[in-house]
């Protein structure tokens, strides 16, 4: 039999807070992360607004120890902070009884954010000839301001696997270490593959979650190009409005979502408490286009058939999902569509939500966060809303647990992460239960 992998610990850093209960409450009473934009001056963007992490201090997590991490950037720092409160809620700080090399890192890691101001100098001296005028990129112009402006340590920091690397050397974790970048699906991969980790018994206890941010000119031009952000600059916090008719696209966001995994019998040896179980992970590709999802949703269907076969349950046995649930008119369609299909006749009693609508689209570590809401919702019994919800749409007509939280009893939650490059990954989670 495989082992049996719990969650243990839990924590964030969001929009609407840093820590797991005040951000939960919040999401409850349906609350908006979103407003005007001041990590850059975007006021010349398409989009002016996003979901920014406010008022965040590592050394808030980290006391001392935050010097240790001086030079991390800001997506490095957020993960750090949330598995410092993963790992005290799971009973871990000054445990001594771990073997190191039992315990791993696996993150759904976003690269860090681009040193901006040195990055448009260098390639603006690259692109102008002695007269001033604009030319061809000469290499050996670029080169020569870039050794000048470049910072070392902040273009090290933009490598994804960074992040990963700090929480190791934070708490001491020797065992396997890796990161992922798959787009919007980064963390609830990575939390899918570290459960397999623990099953397969190369390591006790894994560190994994996501965390990004974009919130930088070139994160947000990319997004703008491509027109999937709302451009609702007269309404930011009603932006973010999933499965809504009148949806224009998502809402940038930024932080991390951290949870410790570890195996039952190694949780209960030491006297932890688990929060869940995870059971299920399905994973597949559209192999289809890079930024449009399959019309029919196939990717999404067969990794949620996936995670319920694997979780060894039906349809019927789930009692909430997560959607991903981005706020644009595809993704939301076309996983209302996938959804209907994987869970037939019962699709429309089973309630759906995005939490997106509160806290944006946290990118690299949205299923992270989303993950954390279920195992929540399985032990107040209540179900995050999707706010912003006041049109329906006929394309998207299932039960999205419009503005306010609801009570229901959930035992079992499915989850949901889909990205670019059409990757899709869904978890299956439910309370412990004995045996």
């Not at 992998?5 to 349906?30: F, K, N, S």
């Not at 980790?197 to 560190?207: E, K, L, P, S, T």
């Not at 992270?368 to 019994?381: F, K, N, S």
């Amino acid at each position: 039999m495989p082992r049996r992998v719990v969650i243990t610990g839990m924590g964030w850093v969001t929009p609407l807070g840093h820590d797991v209960e005040t951000v939960w409450q919040r999401m409850l009473r349906g609350e908006s992360g979103v407003g005007r934009t001041t990590r850059f001056d975007a006021r010349t963007f398409p989009t002016t607004f996003s979901a920014e992490v406010k008022s965040f201090d590592l050394a808030d997590f980290l006391g001392a120890r935050a010097q240790v991490h001086a030079g991390a950037a800001l997506n490095a720092r957020f993960a750090l902070a949330a598995a410092a409160q993963a790992w005290k809620s799971a009973g871990l700080a000054g445990f001594a009884g771990l073997q190191p090399e039992r315990v791993g890192v696996y993150l759904g890691g976003g690269e860090g954010p681009i040193d901006f101001d040195p990055f448009v100098a260098a390639a603006y001296a690259g692109c102008r000839n002695d007269a001033g005028n604009a030319t061809t990129l000469d290499t050996v112009r670029w080169a020569r301001k870039a050794m000048q402006v470049f910072r070392a340590v902040s273009e090290l920091e933009q490598d994804p696997n960074l992040a990963a690397a700090h929480l190791a050397v934070e708490l001491n974790a020797r065992g396997p270490g890796l990161s992922t970048l798959t787009a919007c699906a980064a963390s609830t991969q990575a939390l899918g593959e570290a459960t397999a980790i623990i099953r397969y018994g190369d390591a006790d206890v894994m560190i994994s979650g996501g965390t990004h941010s974009m919130l930088h000119p070139l994160g947000v031009t990319g997004f703008n190009r491509l027109t999937a952000l709302s451009t609702r600059n007269d309404s930011p916090n009603t932006a973010s409005r999933p499965f809504d008719r009148t949806r224009d696209g998502f809402v940038l966001g930024e932080g991390s979502g951290m949870l410790i995994l570890e195996e039952l019998e190694h949780a209960l040896a030491r006297g932890a408490r688990p929060l869940a179980e995870i059971t299920g992970f399905g994973s597949t590709a559209d192999a289809f286009r890079i930024t449009d999802m399959h019309e029919e949703g196939r990717g999404p269907q067969a990794a949620m058939r996936r995670a319920l076969e694997s979780a060894g349950v039906t349809v019927s046995d789930i009692d909430y999902i997560s959607a991903h649930g981005t706020s644009t008119e595809e993704n939301d369609k076309i996983e209302s569509l996938a959804i209907r299909e994987v869970f037939g006749p019962r699709a429309g009693q089973v309630p759906v939500s995005s939490v997106k609508s509160m806290v944006g689209h946290l990118i690299a570590a949205a299923g992270a966060v989303e993950l954390i809401t279920c195992v929540l919702a399985i032990r107040d019994g209540l179900l995050p809303p999707t706010i912003n919800y006041a049109t329906p749409d006929p394309n998207c007509p299932l039960d999205y647990v419009p503005n306010q939280a609801r009570r229901a009893q959930v035992r079992m939650a499915l989850s949901n992460s889909f990205g670019f490059g059409g990757q899709n990954d869904t978890l299956v989670v439910r309370a412990v239960e004995p045996g």
